[in-house]
């Protein structure tokens, strides 16, 4: 009888990730899968059952990665508003930066795959919602922010964030003709020019006082 082994198991799945991240659960096969972990079929079968089951274990542990970056720092009340959105920010970038695939993979999916949803590889967020209500509510009613639901502060956010590394092949290519004084990735851009503007750009609205 065969053992499950962690480091193999590990070994499987980061091989999966880097497949499903590039071709989506579509364009990935099992049989992809094995030869990139160095693995037979058959070993693949004990330790995932299926692609199916693969693919869900798999996508449920970077949604809730996805979802959850910098969303702890915006709790932190012991800090001024501002600087939990600067820190969830960092968070945010830093999470892009190691994971440059993680955005398109997980829109892609919630786009085509028709069989996600809450509970089938789709993790519940409502609690964070909760959360981020309320402190957001707490926040308003201290005088210290406009009035705004979680669902639009969260799409404020994502869109500040998210979208510049959905383009990145067209950002990378246009930054070099913008500025050609000196040399521009995309990395260090939003290390530094673009964070100073979300951070203006967000912090004026979050903290206008409503008329």
Same mark, same amino acid.
């Given at each position: ?5 962690? /480091? ?10 880097? $497949? ?7 364009? *990935? ?5 094995? @030869? ?6 058959? $070993? &693949?079968?004990?330790?995932? /059952?299926? %692609? @199916? =089951? ?10 809730? /990665?996805? =979802? ?14 501002? %600087?939990?959105? @600067? ?8 999470? &892009? ?20 949803? *809450?509970?089938?590889? $789709? ?22 922010? =406009? ?6 502060? #969260? ?5 500040? *964030? ?7 092949? #067209? ?14 990735? $995309? ?18 609205? &979050?903290? %206008?006082?409503?008329?």
């Amino acid at each position: 009888m065969i053992t499950k082994d962690v /480091q193999t198991e590990a070994k499987i799945k980061k091989a999966a990730i880097e $497949l499903f991240e590039k071709f989506g659960s579509k364009g *990935t096969t099992v049989r992809k899968v094995a @030869e990139k972990a160095g693995v037979n079929l058959a $070993l &693949m079968n004990y330790y995932f /059952q299926s %692609k @199916e =089951r693969l693919f869900l274990d798999i996508f449920n542990e970077r949604y809730a /990665q996805y =979802r959850d970056y910098g969303i702890s720092l915006l709790m932190d009340r012991s800090l001024s508003f501002e %600087k939990r959105l @600067e820190n969830y920010y960092d968070d945010m970038i830093a999470g &892009m930066e190691d994971h440059p695939g993680l955005p398109m993979f997980i829109l892609s999916e919630l786009h085509f795959n028709e069989d996600l949803h *809450t509970g089938n590889g $789709l993790p519940d967020s409502s609690e964070i919602h909760v959360q981020l209500e309320k402190m957001l509510q707490e926040e308003f009613e201290a005088g210290k922010i =406009r009035k705004i639901s979680a669902l639009e502060f #969260q799409l404020i956010l994502v869109s500040q *964030t998210v979208f510049p590394y959905l383009m990145s092949k #067209q950002l990378n290519g246009i930054g070099p003709a913008v500025n050609k004084s000196q040399p521009w990735n $995309l990395s260090e851009f939003m290390k530094t020019t673009y964070k100073a503007n979300f951070l203006e750009m967000v912090t004026g609205f &979050m903290l %206008k006082t409503e008329i």
